[in-house]
């Protein structure tokens, strides 16, 4: 058992995986009174299917709030020293939660972060991902830039840390968990890794998920973060400074050849410009998008890239 963790389940129109993403923390050793459901509006048959878990609270709010807002109300509800925030299509099996919670104990951690693989409709499984030992400005900049992120469904935090930094923030329409993630590093919260187990991070097509999330709301998370990052940098202390200012330079070319993906040239004239007063004076942010800009530009090759990525994931979900 693993009585010391709530679950907390953000839904929106999610009769169809619900059952799934409860059975699977109920097996993993969760208590059903430490696992909360909040329903994002009633729209389907979700509350049906939750009340046939005896045990597990479900909160159901009248109108859509999006989800960072379903997750603030079940961390104030959660009484238990750690909580997880598992995404209603996603699920956890093979001692994960167990090898979290260890690992937040053993090293009095702020959250720890565990395996995770991706899945889906029509695809087979994906390599397992599975978390290294890394400092905070490490950690921050492979998140950013080399996309060596971990989904909620490996994640699971202290629940009076997360408060502290003020939980999630319920403005972002996109992002939301690499904003939380990044906060936290530049916070100085501090990481567990653990190796045990496994989150599945599942791949299906709806009009309802959240990278369907306008050019606009892409834009806005990347200035938060940038933001965060950027003071954490200018706080921290040489050599390191300069080191990292570089690094926030590349996540700036990167998310540069984001804006100029999505037909907004103008931000990505602006990101190109701060990466170049950091000193990242490339057009690629890595080894591929270097070779690509040195024959394209940087605005065509960030449609090139962008159509190849788009082809490969609906060839993938066939």
């Excluded at 208590?31 to 609270?57: P, S, Y």
């Excluded at 238990?80 to 093979?94: A, I, K, P, Q």
């Excluded at 200012?245 to 931000?267: P, V």
Aim: charged share 25%; with cysteine; glycine share 8%.
């Amino acid at each position: 058992m693993v009585p010391d963790l709530t679950i907390v389940i953000p839904s929106y129109r999610s009769e169809r995986w619900v059952a799934r993403a409860i059975g699977s923390a109920l097996e993993e050793g969760t208590l059903a009174q430490n696992l909360i459901v909040v329903e994002d509006g009633v729209f389907d048959g979700t509350a049906d299917v939750v009340r046939g878990f005896e045990g597990v609270r479900l909160v159901s709010l009248e109108r859509n709030l999006g989800a960072p807002h379903a997750r603030n109300l079940g961390l104030s509800m959660a009484t238990t020293r750690y909580v997880m925030f598992l995404d209603v299509d996603d699920y956890v099996e093979n001692g994960l939660l167990r090898g979290l919670v260890d690992r937040l104990d053993q090293e009095s951690a702020d959250l720890a972060i565990g395996p995770w693989r991706y899945d889906g409709n029509g695809s087979e499984r994906r390599v397992l991902r599975v978390p290294v030992a890394l400092d905070n400005g490490e950690r921050i900049f492979r998140w950013k830039v080399s996309r060596e992120f971990f989904p909620p469904c490996c994640v699971a935090w202290r629940a009076e840390s997360l408060r502290a930094i003020g939980g999630w923030d319920e403005q972002l329409r996109k992002d939301q968990d690499g904003e939380l993630v990044i906060r936290a590093l530049t916070r100085g919260l501090r990481v567990a890794v653990s190796t045990q187990g496994n989150g599945v991070y599942w791949q299906h097509h709806s009009p309802h998920r959240v990278h369907h999330a306008h050019p606009e709301h892409v834009m806005h998370a990347a200035e938060v973060t940038y933001r965060q990052i950027r003071d954490w940098v200018d706080a921290c202390a040489a050599p390191a400074r300069e080191r990292y200012r570089t690094e926030l330079g590349r996540y700036c070319c990167k998310t540069a050849w984001i804006a100029y993906s999505r037909g907004d040239d103008e931000a990505g004239a602006q990101w190109s410009g701060r990466a170049r007063k950091l000193g990242f004076s490339r057009r690629g942010y890595n080894t591929s998008s270097a070779l690509l800009a040195a024959l394209f530009g940087m605005r065509m090759s960030s449609r090139i890239k962008t159509r190849g990525m788009s082809i490969y994931h609906r060839l993938a979900h066939r």
